[in-house]
C-alpha cells in the first residue's frame, strides 16, 4: 500500500499569495496516477490535477501539479478568496488501495 | 449527465451492519467500469473504502477487507456497501464515485455523501 504524506498540515496565506502544497509517496509510482482534489465544508472533493500535471475540466490555470516518483506538488499561483479550502492527493488507477494524503488546510492568514 | 445518489439508515447500533445504495441516474451503470465509496469521518480526511466493477469484481483496501461488502445490480443501475461490525469509528460520511477517461480526459462524479452515524 502507498502511503501518502501531505505538508504542511496547514497553510496560512493571504489572496493573492502563492501557494505550494507537497505530497510525498512511501514509494515510488506512475506520475500518470496522481491527483489533487479540493474540498470546501459540506461538500464532496472536487477533482483539480490528474496524471500529476493535467488540469480537471473547468479548473482555472492557476492551480498547476508537478513531479514525479515519489514527490508531487500542488501550485495555486495567485490565491482568490474560493481557494481557501482543504486539499487532497490521491494515487489512484493502478494498484490499488488508492490511498489519500491527510490533507493540507489552506487558510486564510 | 450522470448523478449519483447515496441512501441508506443514518443511524447504525454498534456491532450491526452498515448498508448503503448508490443509485446511478442518468446513464448505465455499465458505462463506467469501475465504482467506488470512500469515507471521511467528521472532521477528519478522506478513506479510500474500495471499488466495483459492473461485472462484480471488487477492490477493497486492506484495513476494511474483512468486514467490506460490496455489490451491483445492473437491473436497478445501482451498487451497494456494506460494512458489518461497526463501531464508533465507523461514523462518517460516505460517498459513492466513480473516476473515467474521456477521451484521454479523467472525468469523476460524487454523490452528495450521507452521514452514517453508529451510536446505541
Known amino acids: ?109 | 449527465q450522470v448523478q449519483l445518489q447515496e441512501s441508506g439508515p443514518g443511524l447504525v447500533k454498534p456491532s450491526g451492519t452498515l448498508s448503503l445504495t448508490c443509485v446511478v441516474s442518468g446513464g448505465s451503470i455499465s458505462s463506467t467500469n469501475w465504482w467506488t465509496w470512500v469515507r471521511q469521518p467528521p472532521g477528519k480526511g478522506l478513506e479510500w473504502i474500495g471499488e466495483i466493477h459492473h461485472s462484480g469484481s471488487t477492490n477493497y483496501n486492506p484495513s476494511l477487507k474483512s468486514r467490506v461488502t460490496m455489490s451491483v445490480d445492473k437491473w436497478k443501475n445501482q451498487f451497494s456497501l456494506k460494512l458489518s461490525s461497526v463501531t464508533a469509528a465507523d461514523t462518517a460520511v460516505y460517498y459513492c464515485a466513480r473516476q473515467y477517461y474521456d477521451s484521454s480526459v479523467l472525468i469523476d462524479d460524487w454523490g452528495q455523501g450521507t452521514l452514517v452515524t453508529v451510536s446505541s
Open chain 1, 1 to 109: 500500500e502507498i502511503v501518502l504524506t501531505q505538508s504542511p498540515g496547514t497553510l496560512s496565506l493571504s489572496p493573492g499569495e502563492r501557494a505550494t502544497l507537497s505530497c510525498r509517496a512511501s514509494q515510488s509510482f506512475s506520475s500518470s496516477y496522481l491527483a489533487w482534489y479540493q474540498q470546501k465544508p459540506g461538500q464532496a472533493p472536487r477533482l483539480l490535477i490528474y496524471g500529476a500535471s493535467s488540469r480537471a475540466t473547468g479548473i482555472p490555470d492557476r492551480f498547476s501539479g508537478s513531479g514525479s516518483g515519489t514527490d508531487f506538488t500542488l501550485t495555486i499561483s495567485r490565491l482568490e478568496p474560493e481557494d481557501f479550502a482543504v486539499y487532497y492527493c490521491q494515487q489512484y488507477g493502478s494498484s490499488p488501495p488508492y490511498t489519500f494524503g491527510q490533507g493540507t488546510k489552506l487558510e486564510i492568514k
